[in-house]
Structure formats: structure tokens, C-alpha cells
């Protein structure tokens, strides 16, 4: 007695629990917990493939190794006629004079050690030499690359505030991103696509914008668009800018961004925090270069240009730009989660209206309420009250199913009903076998009682055995499958645990209360 009480208070505080967690997806005022969540197929959202320039990757690289290069050369005072990038990834130099060579050579050997001769010649004094990254450090960066876009775009998504994003990499260069529940597509591919590469230039004041724009751009600078909308006329607006191709300061350093809103003009606008490193330089840049303009650069595009009017110390910065509260918002969370290591491409782009995730709805309810329904029906007829028992054990089945999605926060797919539909089968099967292993016991003469001990004993074995290998499938459909494949196993796996739980335990529960309290002497069954 004593022992069943405490498997009675066992079962019921897991239904309680179950309905606790289920709650909220039918009735949310009265328990304001996460609901179920349902997936792309059932709800609409974006699907997206990517693809991640890892080239550009590589070639940032290179182009990155230059600067560093004639920055050296700089302050090791080796005169060169030439350090350019040709080709995307080969870096040529020209070196004037024999004791620079023998200082070049040495700078390399010390700090480029990297970098792999492609061809060498000297002629006249002159030492004219290619380089380029080997394979293996160009298929690391490649690789790195790939890997540092998935999480910064994770971080982006998270930060936008998506439930249960599917994000994964697909093949060495894609990434696979599903964001259920999603309607303003556009915005969510401007977050998703922007590589954020914040930048801090000087503007060329020296020369002339309009000599520019007729081609004549000095070496060393470049030419730059600010990109406005007109209000009234909802006009594009584009204002070009002569800016000095070296980068001051980089989004590298940033530690924060949010938006303000400024209480002159009562626009948004984003500030942004240096680090201790990022501050100093900022700080350094500001009381160099006092009553000159310094240029915001994010991804080619000028956000402004403010003259510098005083040292500006404490690591602190604004980004204005006739700005929306929510583009100023998407601005700052692509600032805080940094920025692409390379750009990336659209390479796929559905879009799954909510109208065909609820048709799914309908259908897959429908076709789990006929299903379940006639095994319902079958149990009844065919097992008479222990077939009650079992169809009991079935509603309950499904109960902790849907606890169980909603407690672990798991994915409702298309897929994952049809997982619950297969669960209603198994959850039937185990009671089959534990009722015909009784009803052999029974013929054999013996008690009831002691023909459902012997009938859940036998059977218990057999029940297990094939769930455990179920289990273990479904566990390897979660690990290595995609979408929906993993939302077909979630639902699977949580009703092979319950399917076992209501079999073997809320059943035994039953007939034993039958059987010691009710006294009842003989089966139906």
C-alpha cells in the first residue's frame, strides 16, 4: 500500500508539472510561461543559405600583412619605392639599395616569418620581390572565417530577438539560417548581411572633391559616398567624400553601443565605447588632428564627418546619420556583435507565410486526432477495461509529450506531429504486449493479481529493449540531423520516455489500485 501510494504521488506530480508547462500554450493569462515553440514550417519565417566570402577573407588578410609591412619599413627607416597587394593575395615589394635589402631581409626573417617568397630579383640595387600566405595558413584563415560568421550572426540574431533561431554551418562556407515567426524580411537580411566594419579616417582636405570625381584621385585616398534620405522628397542623397585610405581606428576596440536619443534635434543616434586601448588611440587621434574632419566609416559607406574640435578623451563616441529609432537599434546590435570576418552572400531566400504554417496545423491535428481515435476505439473494444486503462495511458502520453516540448523549450516541426502520431503506436504497442502476456497467464489458471505481476514482468524486458533502440536512433537523428529531421527526433525521443513511463509504471499503478484496493476479482481483459 505504502508503495503505491508513493508511486501515485510520483505520477502525479509529473502530470501537474506537465500541465504547469503546458498552460501557458492554451491559456497564456493564467500562467504567462514560454509557450511551445513551433518552427518554421508551422509558423512562417525566413530561410536563408549564405555564403561566406572567405576569399575576401584571405585578401583582408594580405591587405592587412601590407599596411603592417610599410608601417615597418617606416620606422625601420628602409626606403622602398613600392609595397602593393596585386593579384587579391600576393604582396609585391621594390627595395631601393643594397643595405636596405640586407635591413628588408632581416625585417622579414624577424617579423614576417608568415609570409612565403614567391619570386625574388635583384637588378640595379633593386630588390623586387613577391609574397604571398602559404595554403595551409590561407585554408586556416578561410576556415576561421566561416566559423567567426556563424557567431557573430548568432550573436546578431540573438540580440534582435528571435525564439529558437535554427543557425548551423552547412559544407565549409555556408551557413543555414531558419528564423521562425519573422514577417519584415528585409530588415532582418539588412542585420543579418551587414559586415560592420567600422572605421576612423581623416578626410583629404588637400584636394579638391570635384577633381575626384572627374578621376583624379590622389594615391592615398579614396573616394567615399554618404548615403541620406530625403523626408520630403524620399529621395536618395548622396554626398561623396575625399577620405585618406589609412585607417586611424577600427570597430575592434569597441566595447559598447546603444542608441540615445539627442536632446538638441531629438534624433537617435548611437554612441559607442572604446576600450582602455581603443580609448587612448581615439584620444590620440583627436589631439593630433584638432580642427580637422574625421571621417565614420561602416562598410565604405561615410555615416559622418564631424570636424574635431577639441582632444576628446574618456573612450567615448557618436555615429549620427538621419537615423530611425529601429535602424539605429539594428546599427547597434550589429556594432556590439562586431563584424563579419568576410562579407557575405545570399545564395537561397524562402519565405514561409504563417497562412501555410497553420493549413499544416490543421492537417497534422487532424490526421493525430483520427489516428489516435481509432487506436482509442481499437483498445476499447478489443481489451474492454484494460483497454480503458491503456487509452488513459495514451492521453497522459501525450499530455507529458507536450510538457515535455514546452519545458525543454524544444521546436514543434511538421515532422516533430508526426513524430507524436508514431508515438501513439508505440505507446498502444506496449500495452499490447503487457495484455497478452496476461492474458496467457490467465489461461494458465493463475490469479489475476498474479497474472499481471507475471504480465508486466515478462513483458517489461521486451518493452524496454525496443524503446532503448529507438531511443538511441532518435538520438542520432538529433545529433547529425538538420531542421526538420531534428524536430521529428526531439518529439520521438520525449515519446519513447513517456510512452515507457505511462506503460510501465501509470499502468502497473492502475491494475495494482484495482486489484489491492478495489478489490476486484477478476480482469477485463
Known amino acids: 500500500m505504502k508503495k503505491i501510494s508513493w508511486r501515485m504521488v510520483f505520477v502525479l506530480i509529473i502530470t501537474v508539472v506537465a500541465i504547469v508547462y503546458i498552460l501557458p500554450t492554451f491559456q497564456p493569462a493564467l500562467w504567462p510561461y514560454k509557450k511551445i515553440n513551433l518552427g518554421l514550417d508551422l509558423q512562417g519565417g525566413m530561410h536563408l543559405v549564405l555564403e561566406v566570402d572567405t576569399i575576401k577573407a584571405v585578401e583582408s588578410t594580405v591587405e592587412r600583412i601590407a599596411q603592417e609591412l ?29 643595405e ?6 632581416k625585417l622579414l626573417d624577424k617579423d614576417f616569418k608568415d609570409l612565403r617568397i614567391l619570386s625574388k630579383m635583384v637588378r640595379d640595387d633593386v630588390l623586387d620581390i613577391a609574397m604571398d600566405l602559404p595554403e595551409k595558413e590561407s585554408d586556416g584563415i578561410r576556415l576561421l572565417a566561416a566559423e567567426q560568421a ?3 550572426i548568432r550573436n546578431r540574431i540573438d540580440q534582435f530577438g528571435v525564439n529558437e533561431p535554427d543557425i548551423r554551418n552547412q559544407g565549409e562556407n555556408r551557413i543555414l ?5 519573422i514577417t519584415d524580411t528585409q530588415r532582418a537580411k539588412a542585420l543579418i548581411g551587414k559586415t560592420a566594419l567600422l572605421e576612423f579616417k581623416l578626410l583629404d582636405e588637400g584636394h579638391d572633391v570635384e577633381a575626384a570625381l572627374k578621376g583624379d584621385i590622389p594615391a592615398g585616398s579614396e573616394l567615399l559616398y554618404q548615403i541620406t534620405i530625403d523626408t520630403e522628397t524620399l529621395r536618395e542623397i548622396k554626398t561623396p567624400y575625399l577620405i585618406k585610405k589609412r585607417t586611424l581606428l577600427t570597430g575592434a576596440y569597441l566595447t559598447d553601443a546603444k542608441v540615445q536619443i539627442d536632446s538638441q534635434f531629438n534624433e537617435p543616434y548611437v554612441s559607442i565605447d572604446f576600450d582602455k586601448k581603443g580609448a587612448r588611440i581615439f584620444e590620440r587621434i583627436t589631439e593630433e588632428n584638432v580642427k580637422k574632419r574625421l571621417a565614420i566609416i561602416l562598410d565604405n ?3 559622418s564627418a564631424p570636424v574635431i574640435q577639441e582632444k576628446i578623451s574618456g573612450g567615448a563616441a557618436r555615429i549620427t546619420g538621419n537615423f530611425t529609432a529601429e535602424t539605429a537599434r539594428d546599427l547597434a546590435i550589429v556594432l556590439r556583435a562586431g563584424a563579419l570576418p568576410a562579407p557575405v552572400n545570399i545564395i537561397e531566400e524562402r519565405t514561409v507565410g504563417p497562412s501555410l504554417g497553420t493549413d499544416s ?18 483498445m476499447a473494444i478489443y481489451y474492454k477495461g484494460a483497454g480503458l486503462i491503456a487509452d488513459f495511458a495514451l492521453l497522459l502520453n501525450l499530455v507529458l509529450v507536450a510538457g515535455g ?3 525543454f523549450q524544444a521546436t514543434l516541426t511538421l515532422p516533430g506531429i508526426a513524430g507524436i502520431i508514431l508515438t501513439i503506436g508505440m505507446a498502444v504497442d506496449a500495452n499490447v504486449l503487457i495484455f497478452e502476456r496476461i492474458r496467457e497467464e490467465l489461461a494458465l489458471g493463475k490469479t489475476p493479481r498474479a497474472s499481471v505481476d507475471a504480465g508486466f514482468n515478462r513483458a517489461a524486458l521486451t518493452i524496454l529493449d525496443a524503446n532503448i533502440t529507438t531511443l538511441i536512433a532518435a538520438l542520432v537523428l538529433f545529433q547529425f540531423g538538420t531542421g526538420p529531421i531534428k524536430g521529428f527526433a526531439v518529439t520521438l525521443s520525449l515519446g519513447v520516455v513517456s510512452s515507457v513511463f505511462t506503460a510501465l509504471v501509470v499502468s502497473r499503478l492502475i491494475f495494482d489500485h484495482l486489484l489491492m484496493n478495489r478489490k476486484i476479482k477478476q480482469l477485463s481483459i
Do not use: H, W
Open 70 to 98: 610599410r608601417t615597418s619599413l617606416r620606422d625601420e627607416r628602409i626606403r622602398y619605392t613600392a609595397i602593393d597587394r596585386v593579384g587579391g593575395t600576393t604582396i609585391s615589394a621594390k627595395i631601393n639599395g643594397q
Open 100 to 105: 636596405n635589402i640586407e635591413k628588408f631581409e
Open 150 to 152: 556563424l557567431e557573430t
Open 177 to 181: 539560417i531558419q528564423l521562425p515567426g
Open 301 to 303: 559607406k561615410v555615416y
Open 361 to 378: 496545423i490543421r492537417k497534422g491535428l487532424i490526421a493525430m486526432l483520427i489516428g489516435g481515435l481509432v487506436v482509442v476505439l481499437f
Open 405 to 407: 516540448l514546452a519545458a
